[in-house]
């Protein structure tokens, strides 16, 4: 019995380990696919927010330099077509033109990114010039020293403009006696008409803004780092580029001309297209908006240039964000596994156990605690069967019923430990002796029944003799007494047969043997 005990404890523990894996797979399945459904939304969702911070800050950079461009419309207007400007172009009056001077530079003074501040007369002489020196401090030009500007462009568009509009210039370099000017100054001038109230044109207020303030908002507001932001024009110059030597070739003609739409045709191709977008690219993502470098004013605005803002987020730091994630996703993974493992070793010992436990109560429901061997209920279901077969097969069935002599008599002297070592030896010899295909059961206290299939009565005898003789042999070297026992064996003979009368005839046998034993035949 302690052998059959140890197979089924080695096959409950395969098959637990067996289902540990089982379910240990298909937890390990779930929890990746999980986290990949996680991690691929996570990541759509780093790109999504990217994509909505990038947009975010070049709506920022953009308001900003509009804002900036109206409040340098707002101060040009604020002086061109103030009454002390009609005043000192149209009766010439001393005291108004001292006013506006006064007025021109507290404005040239509020901002220091004003380099000139001209008021004009009708023939395109500065009446008014106030300009911003190197060492940021305002100078009025005295009157000897004032120019005619008729033949430049922006005065020439003045004379025949529209009354209340702004003019503005392109955003280029400053040039001074036909060169430009060293160090170089963006600048992008803003002119307005001013007309009398005849609506006859009598001259022209000109602001002649430092352009850097434009790129010191873009390069305050490029807040991410890595990231590079470009200005470029509309015939796809760098205004802004990520190095010096790429900024405002255009100015330039004699240099190799270095153009964004050179460099990247296809963001340039697509920057032509629409006013807003992102272009992904191997080296990484540029996003773009295009807009009117000019002022928001209650005036028309006319000539505004049209520019495009460039935003580039490289593709390392794209990289190094979902770098972050990916080792976030397998720590995750790393982190919850065992706890997979180890609920799914719980599961699997669970079930098994419960499975142990059921085969268990279902054993011990059907057999004798004591021996191991079926118990009377398990083996009349079973000799009911086999009587049913035999029939049918019209095969031999023997049984044999077995008493354990001198029970009482081992109890009473030496202990029913001793009792007990009796029935099991009586058990141990029966499992030695018998085929895998024949059952035995304890029927009663010290009583056995052995169901003998496909063997007739005769052979059942031949072996019910070698149990009783290795019995005896068993008390010997086990208590220095030989073990005795009783038995009777019986086959079906009739069709009748069943359970009780076949046990009843292998009960009366054994009764026939036992009286047999205490009293021999005297020869």
């Known amino acids: 019995m302690m052998e059959i005990t140890n197979s089924a404890k080695s096959h409950f523990t395969y098959t637990k380990y067996k289902r540990t894996f089982i379910y240990a797979t298909l937890l390990l399945a779930f929890l990746f696919i999980v986290i990949a459904a996680v991690y691929v939304f996570s990541r759509h969702n780093m790109a999504r927010e990217r994509e909505v911070t990038q947009y975010a800050e070049l709506a920022n950079i953009q308001n900003s ?31 108004a033109k001292t006013y506006l001077t006064s007025l021109m530079y507290q404005i040239g003074d509020l901002h220091k990114h004003y380099d000139q501040v001209r008021l004009f007369n009708l023939d395109g002489d500065e009446v008014i010039r106030i300009d911003l020196d190197n060492d940021n401090s305002l100078k009025l030009i005295p009157d000897n020293k004032l120019q005619n500007k008729s033949d430049r462009y922006y005065f020439r568009d003045l004379v025949s403009a529209d009354p209340k509009v702004i003019y503005t210039s392109p955003f280029d370099l400053n040039i001074e006696h036909g060169k430009v000017e060293f160090p170089i100054k963006p600048t992008i001038r803003f002119a307005t008409p001013i007309h009398s109230k005849q609506g006859a044109f009598i001259g ?86 295009h807009f009117q470098l000019s002022p928001n004013s209650t005036f028309k605005v006319v000539n505004g240039e049209s520019v495009f803002l460039v935003m580039f987020v490289p ?16 720590l995750a993974f790393i982190l919850i596994a065992p706890m997979f493992i180890f609920l799914a070793y719980k599961l699997a010992s669970s ?99 052995i169901v003998f299939v496909d063997c007739d009565e005769k052979n059942a ?33 009739y069709e009748s047969d069943d359970v009780d009368s076949m046990i009843e005839r292998a009960d009366r046998a054994m009764y026939e043997h036992k009286a047999a034993q205490k009293n021999p035949p005297v020869s």
């Open 461 to 493: 005898n031949i072996v019910m003799q070698r149990i009783q003789s290795a019995y005896g042999v068993l008390g010997i070297s086990k208590t220095d007494r030989k073990w005795n026992m009783s038995f009777g064996c019986t086959q079906r003979l």
């Open 65 to 95: 330099l509009v804002s900036e461009l109206s409040i340098v419309g707002a101060d040009l207007v604020y002086y061109s077509h103030s009454q002390l400007a009609i005043s000192t172009l149209v009766d010439e009056s001393p005291t």
């Open 204 to 289: 022209a207020g000109v602001i002649n803004y430092n352009g850097r303030k434009l790129i010191e908002i873009i390069e305050k507001l490029n807040i991410h780092k890595g990231d590079s932001a470009y200005l470029i024009n509309s015939d796809g110059y760098y205004l802004r580029g990520s190095h010096a030597y790429q900024e405002w070739r255009f100015m330039f003609p004699e240099q190799e001309q270095i153009r964004f739409a050179d460099d990247y045709p296809s963001i340039w191709q697509r920057m032509r297209q629409t006013d807003k977008a992102k272009v992904t690219t191997e080296a990484g993502e540029y996003y773009f908006s």
């Open 315 to 330: 593709h390392a730091k794209i990289e190094a964000a979902q770098k972050t994630l990916n080792i976030g996703t397998v």
């Open 351 to 449: 079930q098994v156990e419960q499975n142990r436990l059921f085969k268990q109560l279902n054993f011990e429901a059907r057999h004798d605690a004591l021996t191991g061997l079926f118990n009377r209920q398990a083996i009349v279901d079973y000799l009911e069967k086999c009587i049913c077969s035999s029939q049918r097969r019209d095969a031999d069935l023997a049984v044999s019923f077995v008493d354990v002599n001198d029970l009482k008599k081992t109890n009473d002297q030496y202990g029913h430990e001793a009792g007990d070592e009796l029935i099991q030896g009586m058990a141990t010899v029966i499992n030695m002796s018998i085929r895998e295909c024949d059952y035995a059961a304890r029927i009663g206290g010290d009583e056995f029944l």
